[in-house]
């Protein structure tokens, strides 16, 4: 990652290596490793993507929520995750609602999720 942002952008990992013992697992392929990953955090996710890739991945965030895994989705493009159950919404660096989608709209009156959004300033109590 380093040498993709460049070595002044990220922190040196060597600390990191040495402070959790990770020296003999530092050249290993991560496939090799027994890592199951139980949170995914995906920051625009489907930024740039065709539509056939738009589609896969929208697949493999519900295949990984499937098998009980969280994937937290940082994003501006909200229908997108229409089907998605639960939202947090930050606005101006405050969470604003969280809970299932269903019940936003149910709040705001309104059967879009992005209409439930920009619906919620006008809802008191969320």
């Known amino acids: 990652m380093r ?3 460049g070595k002044d952008r990220m922190e040196d990992p060597q600390r990191y290596i040495e402070e ?3 020296r003999d697992f530092w050249d290993k392929p991560v496939r090799t ?3 199951k990953a139980h949170v995914y955090f995906l920051d625009e996710p489907n930024a740039s993507l065709d539509p056939k890739s738009s589609v ?3 697949e493999e965030i519900l295949r990984k929520k ?11 493009i909200i229908s ?6 639960e939202l947090i919404y930050f606005l101006e ?12 709209k149910c709040i705001t009156g309104e059967n879009d999720l992005e ?9 008191e109590d969320l």
Do not use: C, P, Q, W
């Open 3 to 5: 040498e993709i942002y």
């Open 33 to 35: 490793l027994s890592v």
């Open 93 to 104: 660096g405050r969470i604003k609602f969280v809970g299932e989608i269903e019940s936003l």
């Open 66 to 76: 499937s098998e009980g895994a969280s994937v937290v989705i940082i994003t501006h």
């Open 56 to 58: 896969v991945l929208k």
């Open 80 to 85: 997108y995750f229409e089907n998605i159950t």
């Open 20 to 22: 959790f013992s990770l």
């Open 115 to 123: 209409r439930a959004i920009a619906r919620m300033e006008d809802v």
